[in-house]
């Protein structure tokens, strides 16, 4: 997107792409486009690394959930009114056809979870097995660590989901 919160380094190049926020799935849809055209252009010399099928043609995919086992598992958990719902349906429609594209071309698909490596083996078959990297999404325990003044009691964790609330079981 247009948005991030890495900062361009000798060994970071970031091209912003020029994509509306909302509807998500017309972010999506050409989020995906500009990057195909814009890597038409400006050819790379580095490591193409996206998130699912943002851009398909990477050499790294970094997957966040299985669009492909969504939409035959869990379609029935899309939440909202008809144009909503419809709407979360395009952009999972688009995603699991981009995500199908840059899993068969990435080298390396790095996952949070073996949660979610086992659905995309479920989606797309042991063949992709190899690819499968797990990297987990880490907390930094130190920086939300209690004060040494406060005696240690139970903490609460909270959790964000952006979305899908019923498929994630909450």
């Not at 998500?24 to 500009?34: N, R």
């Not at 252009?41 to 998130?51: A, D, M, P, V, Y």
């Not at 699912?52 to 669009?67: E, K, M, N, V, W």
């Not at 499968?132 to 004060?147: G, Q, R, W």
Request: net charge positive; glycine share 6%.
């Amino acid at each position: 997107t247009a948005r991030t919160d890495l900062h361009p380094s000798d060994r970071i190049i970031i091209h912003k792409m020029p994509v509306p926020f909302k509807p998500v799935f017309l972010q999506s849809i050409l989020f995906t486009l500009c990057s195909l055209i814009f890597n038409l252009f400006h050819s790379s010399k580095g490591l193409n690394i996206s998130t699912q099928g943002g851009f398909p043609f990477c050499d790294i995919s970094y997957a966040h959930c299985c669009h492909k086992l969504f939409l035959t598992r869990y379609r029935q958990n899309i939440s909202g009114d008809p144009i909503t719902r419809t709407a979360r349906l395009i952009n999972h429609y688009w995603g699991a056809a981009m995500e199908a594209i840059a899993f068969e071309r990435a080298r390396l698909i790095v996952v949070p979870s073996q949660g979610l490596a086992n659905e995309l083996i479920s989606a797309y078959g042991p063949s992709i097995k190899p690819k499968l990297h797990l990297i987990p999404n880490p907390v930094d325990c130190s920086k939300f660590a209690p004060p040494s003044t406060i005696s240690p009691h139970p903490f609460t964790f909270a959790f964000c989901a952006l979305g899908n609330f019923a498929w994630k079981g909450l």
